[in-house]
């Protein structure tokens, strides 16, 4: 079963503006994992932040994880419009790439011109 | 970056027939290959675990003899659909994760099957 919850389920900004996303998760993890997903495609890791992290940045991205709460944030920057897509938080249990990886509800991020 | 290739990237098919979608990571070796399924607007529900040599392992729910997962080799896993229904309709993603122990998980770029 899914064990991420995402909010909000869609957004909509303009450009320019900043994108916030929030994660939520039920069980204790190793790491949190945010990837994007165009319409129909496949999907692009984004991010990695692990367990004993606070935040983490990649150019105009910048990830929280507030492991007390088993939340966790995506904030995109300065969006543009090629930033719409779908953003969705993935948690890993266990070390190693052999556990599973359970996906959020995801959000579905319009940035318009 | 690891690349994985998913063949075909669209398939139609009548119901009752069987469909097979291929993964393949193109420049690595894969010991583990995950299958998931995606219906429109929702997020990836992980359908099976297969591992090099060895059964797949299936999430709860999955019916086994209908997704049909063969991981043959390091670098190619098969799924096919067997005696295809119109709710088989999906899009299916497979990812991959190499041998050297990354954190990161390869995504292929997802095939598109509708049964009619």
Redesign the interface.
């Known amino acids: 079963s899914?064990q991420g919850e995402e909010d909000p389920q869609a957004l909509s900004i303009q450009e320019g503006e900043n994108a916030t996303m929030n994660c939520s998760y039920k069980t204790s993890i190793n790491?949190l994992?945010w990837?994007r997903q165009n319409s129909?495609?496949?999907?692009?890791?984004l991010i990695?932040i692990r367990s004993n992290e606070r935040e983490k940045h990649s150019g105009r991205l910048r990830v929280t994880l507030d492991t007390s709460k088993k939340s966790s944030s995506l904030l995109i920057t300065a969006s543009r419009a090629a930033d719409t897509a779908s953003y969705?938080c993935a948690t890993?249990r266990l070390s190693?790439?052999?556990s599973?990886?359970?996906?959020?509800?995801?959000t579905?991020l319009q940035v318009t011109l | 970056g690891a690349v994985v290739s998913q063949h075909p990237s669209r398939v139609i098919c009548k119901s009752g027939t069987s469909v097979k979608i291929e993964c393949r990571s193109l420049d690595f070796q894969a010991t583990t290959m995950f299958w998931y399924r995606q219906f429109p607007k929702k997020s990836l529900m992980l359908m099976a675990t297969s591992n090099e040599g060895s059964k797949a392992t299936y999430e709860q729910g999955v019916e086994k003899d209908k997704f049909l997962i063969n991981h043959a080799s390091l670098t190619l896993s098969t799924l096919t659909v067997t005696s295809a229904h119109p709710e088989d309709s999906s899009f299916y993603i497979c990812s991959a994760v190499g041998t050297s122990g990354v954190y990161e998980q390869y995504f292929g770029p997802g095939t598109r099957l509708t049964v009619t």
């Open positions: 899914q790491n994992q990837y129909g495609r496949g999907l692009v890791h990695l969705f890993r190693g790439t052999a599973k990886l359970t996906f959020g509800t995801g579905r």
